[in-house]
């Protein structure tokens, strides 16, 4: 019975110390954004990486979940004759909770994923090391310009996926359900307020950074060669994706709970 | 920040180390007179590489003394940190070039992003430091990643060497390298360091390197400096200890932890 309360009691003050050491990590990267120098090229490189090059992947999960999303609303509210609701629902969640979620965790995948293994390549191979010899503060060249490329792209991408998304359900609204044309639109825009879109792409900024925040601070603390390496990408993913879906939560409770 | 002797350009006293429960430097003391070049020497995993980042300010050591130029140097908050470190220059043992920039802005990296020099002036500076290295400007466009471990290497001298440091740090400089380019890179930098006058700090287990580059001679042994003093003098240095390194015996009074199967 000791040993189990002592394994309880040791998991939980690692959970203490993890999270302490990763708002620490957070908190000094966040502090060398109010100094100079600043590194526009590497946000702008980071913002490429994490915009643009996920655009095909986010692109083709929002077209399907969107189109998903119709067909089964569809099955589903046709028991009860509310075929009407098809477009407004699709529209909703994929403003309100998909776009944003699906988007981040497609984001965790790629970018996290890529994010800690080559910070953490650079750790193993004395990288890191050699930027601070060099008058550069790891933290500041290779941190903060992911965590603010995170914020600022990901909202970006989430409008992107949000047209897509409602674009996929139009398309098996009218081509597969034989919604009319109008009457679909008109149903997509009738009950869409700007908090939909706005709670979305608030979603998506922190989704944003906790995603780089992940792969930043697993790969800067890897150890151990390519294994460590391994590790480190494996946990950004699977921290990145759990963090997201649990903060999803909150700020949905935060923005529509009355 | 404290003022101590400003008589030698890096004074070690007292300094120690560990990581969890194993102490891996114990109360070192070593100095390095300016414009000298000390070489450390020691078998692996007795401290070298961590007594140098410590000097670097890459490690916090848990007790002692560092005195650069004679200003105590542990415990310097970061802004003093970096301007301290734009004395100092390091080849890394695995060069550690960085593999996402071409071989030029590896070169100006730190004159770029750590002295704020314009791209095109930094340039011109790595395309000089290569070719003092002996690396001609085609080499500037490629990725590290094209390169041989010796022409890697050669990279990383011209890195080290690009801000015209004070004190310029190699850290098994000729590892992993075949004997004539161990000893091309050996000439490179005694050629880099003698020509600028810098104070020079190298560790390696290569005793063809350290009698090749070192003005003086430090062996560390489980933590400590159990010996140092003039090239010229390590083979009749009368210590056991350096006698069984320099000749790479395997009897004698380091006993290497060599576990059953």
């Known amino acids: 019975m000791l040993r189990f309360l002592a394994a309880v009691g040791a998991a939980f003050l690692s959970f203490l110390a993890g999270t302490g050491s990763l708002a620490l990590f957070a908190g000094m990267a966040l502090a060398t954004a109010f100094s100079p120098p600043f590194y526009p090229r590497v946000i702008l490189r980071e913002m490429v990486n994490i915009g643009y090059f996920s655009l095909p992947v986010v692109g083709l ?71 601070t010899t060099l008058s550069t503060d790891p933290l500041r060249y290779l941190v903060l310009p992911r965590l603010l490329a995170g914020v600022i792209t990901l909202p970006m991408l989430v409008l992107v996926a949000d047209v897509i998304g409602v674009f996929g359900g139009y398309l098996v609204g009218v081509y597969k359900l034989g919604f009319n044309p109008q009457a679909y639109l008109n149903g997509t825009w009738q009950h869409l307020e700007r908090v939909d879109v706005v709670s979305g792409l608030v979603k998506a900024a922190v989704f944003g950074f906790i995603v780089a925040l992940m792969g930043c601070y697993q790969g800067y603390y890897s150890r151990g060669g390519a294994e460590g390496v391994g590790r480190a990408t494996t946990y950004a993913v699977v921290s990145a994706s759990i963090l997201i879906l649990v903060v999803d939560y909150l700020l949905t409770a935060a923005f529509f709970t009355r | 920040m404290t003022n101590i002797s400003p008589a030698q350009k890096i004074s070690v006293r007292g300094l120690c180390k560990s990581f969890g429960r194993n102490r891996v430097l114990d109360s070192v003391d070593i100095g390095c007179g300016s414009g000298e070049s000390l070489v450390i020497i020691g078998g692996s995993g007795t401290g070298k590489s961590v007594l140098v980042k410590c000097i670097v300010g890459l490690l916090r050591p848990e007790a002692g003394s560092i005195a650069i130029d004679g200003i105590e140097t542990v415990g310097l908050r970061r802004a003093a940190r970096e301007q301290l470190m734009q004395k100092f220059g390091m080849l890394f043992q695995g060069s550690a070039l960085f593999d996402s920039l071409s071989v030029w802005e590896n070169v100006a990296f730190g004159l770029i992003q750590g002295r704020g020099m314009g791209r095109q002036a930094a340039r011109e500076v790595a395309i000089a430091k290569l070719a003092a290295v002996g690396l001609g400007p085609e080499v500037s466009l490629l990725r590290p990643a094209e390169l041989s471990g010796g022409m890697q290497k050669r990279v990383a001298l011209a890195r080290a060497i690009a801000a015209e440091p004070e004190i310029i740090f190699f850290d098994e400089p000729t590892t992993g390298l075949d004997p004539i380019m161990a000893d091309v890179i050996n000439n490179l930098i005694v050629k880099c360091v003698r020509e600028a006058g810098t104070t020079a700090v190298s560790i390696t287990h290569d005793m063809v390197s350290a009698r090749k580059v070192a003005d003086r001679i430090a062996m560390l042994h489980q933590g400590r400096i159990v010996w140092h003093g003039p090239t010229a003098q390590i083979d009749r240095s009368g210590n056991p200890y350096v006698d069984q390194f320099i000749h790479g015996r395997a009897d004698g009074p380091i006993q290497m932890k060599v576990r059953a199967a």
Do not use: C, K, N
């Open chain 1, 61 to 131: 999960t929002a077209i399907f979940t969107g189109m998903v999303l119709a067909l089964q609303s569809y099955t589903g509210f046709s028991r009860f004759s509310a075929e009407g609701a098809v477009a407004t629902v699709v529209v909703l969640s994929v403003t309100r909770e998909l776009g944003p979620v699906i988007s981040g965790l497609m984001v965790a995948g790629r970018v996290g994923a890529a994010m800690a293994a080559e910070i953490g390549t650079m750790r193993v191979t004395d990288q890191i090391d050699a930027l």
